[in-house]
């Protein structure tokens, strides 16, 4: 069974860093793309970065673009989330998802990790 696993979380003030990893593990077939979501006390779940692993792609919501970079550790099937710069409304629950078919799109992902909590202070 596929799982993921989230950690790296934190609370931080305004303009700190933190790295999120997710850690894949019980799949045979290739993982065609890594998602990373967050969702904010009382708003909807939100894509906002994933890394296509077929082309080593990325894409980025217009908000973290330029801070959140993905990058990826095939030896150790972990997919990291490098965030600088944070900001108030980064505060959220982050999940990662992974998708083994389709491009990327948030209805490809259908597998999820339980999350990890970022708490940005100002």
């Known amino acids: 069974q596929v799982q993921l696993v989230e950690s790296g979380g934190g609370s931080v003030q305004a303009g700190g860093s933190l790295r999120l990893s997710c850690a894949a593990s019980?799949?045979?077939?290739?993982?065609?793309?890594m998602g990373w979501f967050r969702q904010a006390p009382g708003k909807e779940r939100e894509w906002f970065a994933h890394?296509?692993?077929?082309?080593?792609?990325?894409l980025y919501t217009d908000s973290v673009k330029g801070r959140f970079t993905i990058s990826q550790d095939n030896g150790k099937n972990t997919v990291y989330l490098q965030m600088n710069n944070l900001k108030p409304e980064d505060t959220a629950m982050y999940h990662c998802?992974?998708?083994?078919?389709?491009?990327?799109?948030?209805?490809?992902?259908?597998?999820w990790g339980q999350g990890t909590q970022v708490t940005v202070s100002s």
């Open positions: 019980g799949y045979s077939q290739s993982i065609s793309c």
């Open positions: 998802a992974a998708a083994f078919r389709g491009t990327c799109a948030p209805s490809d992902f259908a597998y």
């Open positions: 890394f296509y692993t077929d082309s080593g792609s990325t």
